[in-house]
């Protein structure tokens, strides 16, 4: 959690959120009045905490990670939008609405397995919920052939379990099967697995929900279980 995300919980009446991020913070929240819900339950959290703005209460809405990556700010400001609900004008009807910067999987995880994401890279969630499986494939594609490094968040769950398959697959069509794949689990929690393997492997490899799935470019490589993709310095200055 960043510094300000500390701060804002401490200073809240309530906070609202999933039910395991709230079981994550417990330690944080423990003297506060929450109200937490289950999976897919996202448009019923966000109602929770704006009526909850517009009952007076100081409100936290938690999420994983970063509250702007795949996460939680966009469907607020999306849902104030449509019920034309004012916020940050600075009059006393408006809502004082704040995006609070957290540490996104891409970032702890990149941290953990050394420095994969230097140069260029793109983040792409295999989750077909709310984006169709086309469109993903898509911008794997796309993400591949430019030779960006690719971030793959929510890679596999218990219900789809096939779609980190033909990922590697298309990735596979743009990169040597010998690219370094970088496999955070629980990036900074206490189930935390960091695992390292080959492209041609990935289908093998043990990843779950929380796990974070960094696909090196052509440059990255590995050195004393270190994944790294050079900015280019090397070919440019003397080092």
């Known amino acids: 959690m960043s510094g300000r995300a500390r701060r804002v919980l401490a200073a809240c009446d309530i906070v609202v959120g999933y039910k395991t991020y709230l079981e994550l913070i417990e330690d944080v929240i423990r003297d506060k009045k929450r109200l937490s ?3 897919t339950k ?3 959290r966000v109602q929770a905490a704006i009526d909850a703005a517009l009952d007076g209460q100081a409100c936290a809405l938690v999420s994983g990670g970063d509250a702007g990556i795949y996460a939680m700010a966009g469907l607020v400001l999306e849902m104030l939008a449509l019920k034309k609900i004012a916020c940050n004008t600075g ?3 408006s809502l004082c609405v704040e995006v609070v910067p957290g540490i996104p999987a891409l970032a702890a995880g990149a941290a953990l397995l050394g420095a994969p994401l230097t140069h260029d890279f793109a983040t792409i969630s295999l989750s077909d919920l709310l984006t169709p499986w086309e469109m993903i494939e898509k911008r794997l594609d ?3 052939s430019a030779d960006f490094v690719i971030n793959i968040y929510n890679p596999k769950s218990k219900k789809r379990g096939w779609q980190l398959g033909r990922a590697m697959e298309i990735i596979l069509k743009h990169r040597a099967g010998t690219t370094p794949v970088g496999i955070v689990t629980g990036a900074m929690r206490d189930n935390q697995k960091i695992a390292l ?4 492997e990935l289908d093998k490899a043990d990843v779950g929900m929380q796990s974070i799935v960094i ?3 052509s440059s990255t490589f590995i050195y004393n279980d270190l994944m790294i993709t050079p900015r280019g310095y090397s070919k440019k200055y003397k080092i």
């Open 215 to 217: 696909v090196g470019n």
């Open 142 to 144: 796309a993400a591949a």
């Open 42 to 44: 996202e448009v019923d």
């Open 197 to 200: 393997c080959a492209l041609k």
């Open 91 to 93: 009059t006393k009807e």
């Open 37 to 39: 819900t289950g999976m």
